[in-house]
């Protein structure tokens, strides 16, 4: 064996069987979902995405919103018509999501996702809601199985039946297309409108082409068409320009069509009653069944859904839902390991193995077929690269085998080893440009000119570029022709080569714009972006890119996953298609984001061969691997390239907040939860997630989980963002943000503490006037006290009290010298208590009654029967009084009233409400007696210094009654 077939032995591989062998169509890989736990049993109808992104599943029991992850119930508790059978789910221009259930209740989720009832002013139908529409002049329309339909105007729900032209009140599906709403009823298409107020109706029936009455299902497409699904008839196209309908040239015999599904008018998936699923191609005319899972078999198809990820869902009669990634589609065959894919003119795709050449007529009735094209000669060829030149010659680049030309139209195959010209007979790779093509060879690069639709055969028309040429090495892997006429080489050990205006340049250095070095080795395979830069596949060094000047080295923090990468192509959309190993990359030139798909997305045992890849003019790419052929279709508008990043809930303390509306926070409610979400139904499972709360914290935190908590909080502007990624990879862009304060208590606001230096101010200032006050009332009490005081004092040593009470004493001496001891006593008691209590503000109320008392007896002994005091024995004696108040009220009564054997003097003291009530009986003297006049008003003075109660005084006619306060404190 030669040495380089020894470098190369990867290249062998057995030599299978020929035969044409049946494969089914490009199918997707299809994963099933099943709710599980306590959903496990629910069968899932209908599907739609709400404006957040989260796709709604309806039940035979109800709602189910589903991430991806989990399926949960609608937060809405006090709604029981949630769990009800949902006919129809629909998200509208203004982001409200709709829900219709069999029973003719609506409920409806706003933007923040908050459920509530419909409740319109003339009330909701009585029959099943069968689907929702929106027509171009803002109509909201509602359609029903029993009923027709209904519009809503912005205030009143308006039905149109059968009386108004609808050729049937049973609705199954509703759609809007042209600005109109499309109504399949068992009687054909009715195309409705409002037109200043008149309802119009127009009807799509067998008169104009429908080739079956009852329409089950209708999708309109993106130019404003619409596709219809009928009961017995298939499906059919209708052109609304061309008014006219389109039937596919396919027979028909699968029952009937329960639900449509546009793959952005190149594919067209057909849902059936028991007949599984079928996809038709728009493009090549061909209606294939999907046999990728086994219960899509036979499967009862009740609604299709594709996603904004080019996800498929198939929701069928039996538990859970079906899901496919439309993008990827394998192609299992031929035999062995696809070593080159060309995908040529005339829909014909071309396999090279171990085995030889095989090709595929894509548009070949299913199930397809790839037929082997053997050589002539029965020679068997180990092929590892193709291509198809502008004439429609496919050129065959073998193993050790050497070139060979099939000439398009037939015709006995062109062929040319090492002694015809070229620089080696094992042919890696090759490309072209105008009337020359490149092959790239383990012993150097040869070069072609063709002429008028034939491979030139004149050994002078070849030549080759080889290491004495400038060529850096050999050993070359790829050849690449871009946009600028330049054929980039790569080499084996040696980096790039470019030839361009007949000068080789090698680059086994790679200067970036940093005037990094970094040595290049093996390159793989090679590829042009829109903006014209090249890029370049190594073998162990990851990704590269050129911009003529320095070099870019892409590799893992940049979001590669794997440094061999096998193959690159640019899709139509300029995206940069990398695959490995590990799966496939998409990659943006111009942001450097990376997409990456794998299992998640139905690549399973995916391991690409070197630079087996080709694009066909619809814009799929084709990959050859050593399983068979993968097709990935690029998804234009539809496509989402990354998670979406929602913020579901906000809990204060555990309970929820309406984050929506509410941003201010008290500084107890400091105490916050963020609940999130990353939605990617491709591949749920790689999804991570990076948050951070800018004001407390400005580094990232790094998790899987979907939840993050701050606990006391201090007062503070806050700002939560939470971004969704993929293997590591964040797009900051598509943060969820939350802003938030947190107020400061009260006593740490500005307000306050201008309140607060501006009221201690005022408070000193006041404290010093009302010491100041205070100061003086002191002094003017003290002076008052000492007024009365005196005054008391006066009035009990007058000439006239001292004449009387010795007068008396000298009365009775003779007469009761026992009695008169006792008087001289208490009249001796007296005096010493007045001089006591002289300089007192209050004394126990007791020692005020042992006071009166004594008073009494003196006045007992000089007026006899005439005068009587009575102190009620129930007087509760705790509390304090102002000293010789009493006395004074006693006297009072005797210097104002008659004590007389006719009109004895009767004076009761008592108590009522904490007062001490001193009451006589009234009978005031003829003449007044002697008085200083300070006695009552003395008394009420005293009582103004001393309590915010005052003393009372009730006059009747027949009575004279004071009342003074207890006083409840210790005496001063």
């Keep these: 064996m030669k040495p380089y077939l020894k470098k190369h032995k990867w290249a062998l591989a057995i030599v299978w069987l020929l035969g044409a062998l049946s494969v089914h169509a490009q199918s997707p890989a299809f994963r099933r979902h099943e709710p599980g736990g306590a959903f496990s049993e629910l069968q899932i109808h209908i599907a739609a995405e709400d404006c957040k992104g989260y796709l709604w599943l309806g039940t035979s029991e109800g709602l189910l919103r589903f991430d991806g992850v989990r399926f949960e119930r609608p937060a809405a508790s006090g709604i029981p018509q949630l769990n009800g059978k949902p006919g129809a789910l629909y998200c509208d221009s203004k982001g409200v999501f709709w829900a219709g259930f069999r029973d003719g209740s609506i409920a409806y989720a706003d933007r923040q996702g908050q459920w509530r009832l419909w409740a319109p002013e003339e009330g909701l139908p009585a029959a099943p809601i069968t689907g929702f529409a929106e027509s171009a002049d803002g109509l909201f329309w509602i359609a029903t199985y029993g009923e027709g339909l209904y519009y809503y105007n912005g205030k009143h729900l308006n039905n149109l039946s059968e009386d108004e032209g609808l050729p049937g009140n049973d609705i199954y599906t509703l759609v809007q297309a042209e600005g109109q709403v499309w109504a399949g009823t068992d009687g054909g298409i009715a195309v409705c409108s409002i037109r200043e107020g008149r309802k119009t109706v127009s009807v799509l029936s067998t008169a104009q082409g429908l080739p079956d009455v009852i329409v089950t299902a209708l999708l309109p497409d993106d130019n404003g068409n619409v596709w219809v699904g009928m009961h017995d008839g298939g499906v059919a196209h209708y052109n609304t320009k061309a008014r006219a ?29 028991g007949s599984g699923l079928f996809r038709y191609s728009l493009s090549g005319g061909q209606l294939d069944k999907m046999n990728g899972a086994d219960g899509l078999v036979r499967a009862k198809i009740s609604g299709l859904h594709i996603g904004q990820e080019g996800q498929l869902r198939v929701m069928t009669n039996e538990r859970g839902f079906y899901s496919a990634n439309l993008q990827f589609a394998a192609l299992h065959g031929p035999q062995g390991s696809v070593q080159a894919v060309l995908a040529g003119n005339r829909h014909r795709l071309w396999a090279g193995s171990p085995t030889g050449l095989w090709v595929c007529d894509l548009l070949q009735p299913a199930p397809l077929r790839f037929t082997p094209l053997p050589h002539p000669s029965g020679k068997a060829l180990n092929i590892i690269s193709l291509y198809e030149d502008d004439n429609g010659n496919i050129w065959i680049g073998t193993f050790g085998q050497g070139l060979y030309i099939l000439p398009d139209g037939g015709g006995p195959w062109i062929y040319f080893d090492e002694k015809s010209g070229l620089a080696n007979n094992s042919i890696l790779n090759i490309t072209g440009h105008g009337q020359h093509v490149w092959l790239a060879t383990l012993g150097g690069v040869t070069e072609f000119e063709i002429n008028n639709n034939i491979a030139l055969q004149a050994p002078a028309a070849v030549r080759n570029f080889q290491q004495e040429s400038g060529l850096g090495s050999n050993f070359i892997y790829s050849v690449f022709a871009d946009s600028r006429g330049r054929i980039w080489f790569g ?66 923090p940049d979001g590669v996953r794997n440094k061999g990468i096998a193959l ?84 204060v303390f555990l309970e929820p907040v309406d984050f929506q509306n509410k941003t201010n926070f008290g500084h107890r409610e400091n105490s916050l939860v963020f609940r999130f979400s990353g939605l990617w139904y491709t591949d749920p499972e790689r999804i991570q997630y990076r948050y951070r709360l800018r004001g407390y914290n400005h580094d990232w935190i790094f998790s ?86 005196f005054e008391v004092l006066k009035s009990q040593i007058n000439p ?85 108040s009493l006395q004074l009220l006693v006297e009072n009564a005797v210097k104002h009233n008659i004590a007389s054997a006719a009109k004895p003097l009767r004076v009761t003291i008592s108590v009522q409400d904490h007062y001490i009530m001193v009451e006589n009986n009234l009978q005031p003297r003829l003449s007044p007696s002697d008085s200083t006049g300070m006695g009552l008003k003395n008394i009420v003075r005293r009582y103004e210094l001393l309590s915010s109660s005052g003393v009372t005084v009730e006059k009747t006619a027949a009575s004279f009654r004071v009342g003074i306060p207890v006083i409840q404190i210790e005496p001063l």
């Design 245 to 273: 309908f389109f039937c596919p040239d396919v027979p028909w015999k699968q029952g009937v069509v329960t639900a449509l599904a546009l793959l952005e008018d190149r594919e067209l998936w057909i849902g059936t009653d």
């Design 491 to 556: 080499t084996d050990g040696k980096g790039l080569s470019v030839a361009e205006g007949g000068n080789i340049t090698n680059y086994n250095k790679a200067i970036s714009a940093d005037r990094d070095t970094f040595p290049l080795h093996t390159v793989y395979s090679i590829a042009e972006d829109h903006a014209g830069r090249i890029w370049f596949t190594t073998a162990k060094d990851g990704l590269f890119s050129f911009d003529g000047q320095y070099f870019q080295r892409h590799t893992y």
């Design 568 to 651: 690159i192509s640019r899709e139509a959309s300029g995206l940069l298609l990398l695959a490995h190993h590990n799966g496939i990359d998409l990659l943006n030139p111009v942001t450097g984001q990376f997409l990456h798909f794998e299992e998640g997305a139905g690549i399973t045992e995916f391991e690409p061969n070197l630079n087996a890849v080709s694009n066909d003019r619809e814009g799929h790419i084709w990959m050859g691997t050593q399983q068979g052929v993968v097709r990935y279709s690029p998804l234009g508008r539809r496509r989402a390239t990354y998670p979406a990043t929602i913020l579901e809930r906000v809990f």
């Design 704 to 789: 899987a989980d979907r939840q993050a908590t701050y606990s006391n909080l201090p007062p503070g502007k806050y700002t939560f963002e939470v971004v969704a990624g993929l293997d590591d990879r964040f797009e900051p862009g598509r943060a969820a943000h939350y802003t938030f304060r947190i107020r400061a208590p009260f006593w740490l606001r500005w307000w306050f503490i201008l309140l607060a230096a501006a009221g201690i101010s005022g408070g000193i200032m006041y404290w010093i006037r009302f010491r100041e006050t205070r100061l003086q009332r002191e002094a003017l009490r003290n002076k008052e006290q000492i007024e009365n005081r």
């Design 800 to 884: 006239h009290f001292l004449f009387n009470n010795f007068n008396t004493l000298a009365s009775i001496i003779e007469e009761d010298p026992a009695l008169a001891v006792r008087y001289v006593e208490r009249l001796s008691d007296f005096f010493r208590s007045i001089i006591q209590y002289r300089e007192k503000d209050l004394i126990p109320l007791a020692e005020e009654l042992e006071v009166v008392k004594n008073y009494a007896f003196l006045l007992e002994q000089r007026h006899g029967k005439n005068f009587r005091l009575d102190i009620q024995d129930d007087i509760d004696t705790a509390g304090f009084i102002a000293p010789l």
